[in-house]
């Protein structure tokens, strides 16, 4: 009976223990923006989804469970944010730190080797086979063809221009080629001058290389330069010319002069990562690629400035185009 008696007590201590609530994690989360959110919407998407994830998260928790976020903006330098990120990780109280950038996969894996257990989540980059390692990205073919496209149909010069920061390999290997290929297929006599600022900030550079495009004969310029975009948008005022704008809805920027906005949505996709990385749910050493047909690239097709800047005809052909795409009935590739 002794022997009994003792067993008894050994489990039911056991399903006490086993029964008892186990604490949640509290996590710490940094968002590492390669830029400045201002001058950037890219950034300051990644910011508020991910800020989004943290506040539902954290909603109805005791204080010592709730994940704490961090922020970063490293500044426009980008031969600081291999160093500054590199900080982040020395710090070694972050569980995972959230970026977005196609350049960041590089600089990550040597502070990987220095970091072994530091956990990398970065949107808008593709790189897969690490562990340590999330990558996310958008269909870039997708919204680079969309966007010459309809700058194809409108330019009456059929002479279009982009203006880049500068020259990194998604720039050079997808959007260049696909925004031409995108205006080519719309009109066969199209051509694209390219052109660099060499910077994402300085806003006098990117209106004088407009304002150089412009006196060659272009009359759509697609600007990926940051804050140097502000000089493209002054420069298509003054001389009135269109622009098609990237990542974003930029309509409300030059009314009558932004004739499309292709958009990614990096809050909502941020938001989703967020939530599945504080859920155990992220697959790691996977890359993964999200376009129209999964809703987190779309055409504007909806804002007013869109429906009284843009013809009806080539509003028309514009919505054929994306629903092909949509529902996998044209490829871009």
């Known amino acids: 009976m002794k022997k009994l008696s003792i067993l008894f007590t050994i489990l039911l201590t056991c399903i006490v223990v086993s029964c008892k609530p186990v604490a949640p994690k509290q996590f710490s989360i940094a968002v590492f923006i390669p830029g400045i959110c201002a001058d950037s919407p890219t950034y300051a998407m990644l910011r508020d989804g991910v800020t989004q994830a943290v506040d539902e998260w954290n909603e109805g928790k005791e204080m010592e469970h709730k994940t704490k976020l961090y922020v970063l903006e490293a500044g426009t330098n980008q031969s600081e944010w291999p160093a500054k990120i590199t900080a982040l ?14 350049s960041l996969p590089e600089i990550v894996l040597p502070i990987i080797e220095q970091f072994p257990n530091q956990k990398f989540i ?30 194809g149909l409108m330019s009456q010069s059929h002479k279009l221009g982009l203006i880049a920061a500068q020259e990194y390999p998604v720039m050079n290997n997808i959007i260049w080629p696909y925004f031409e290929k995108g205006a080519r297929d719309a009109n066969a006599a199209s051509t694209v001058a390219f052109r660099v600022v060499g910077n994402w900030y300085d806003a006098s550079k990117g209106a004088m ?37 990237f990542d974003n809805s930029g309509f409300d920027k030059a009314p009558g002069h932004i004739i499309s906005s292709t958009v990614m949505k990096q809050q909502e996709l941020s938001a989703i990562m967020t939530t599945d990385f504080l859920n155990g749910k992220t697959e790691w050493g996977t890359a993964k690629m999200f376009g129209v047909k999964e809703g987190f690239v779309d055409f504007v097709q909806d804002d007013p400035l ?28």
């Open 122 to 151: 970065l949107m808008d980059a593709e790189y897969s086979g690490n562990n340590n390692i999330c990558t996310v990205c958008y269909n870039q073919y997708e919204q680079a063809y969309l966007t010459g496209y309809i700058g």
């Open 306 to 333: 869109y429906l009284t800047t843009v013809l009806p005809e080539v509003r028309s052909t514009m919505y054929d185009l994306v629903e092909d795409i949509r529902n996998g009935n044209k490829v871009i590739e």
């Open 209 to 245: 290389l407009a304002d150089i495009l412009y006196g060659e004969g272009v009359d759509v310029i697609l600007p990926i330069c940051g804050g140097a975009s502000q000089g493209v948008i002054t420069s298509a005022i003054n001389n009135n010319f269109y622009i098609t704008w």
């Open 89 to 102: 990780a020395a710090e070694q109280k972050y569980d995972v730190i959230i970026s977005s950038n196609p």
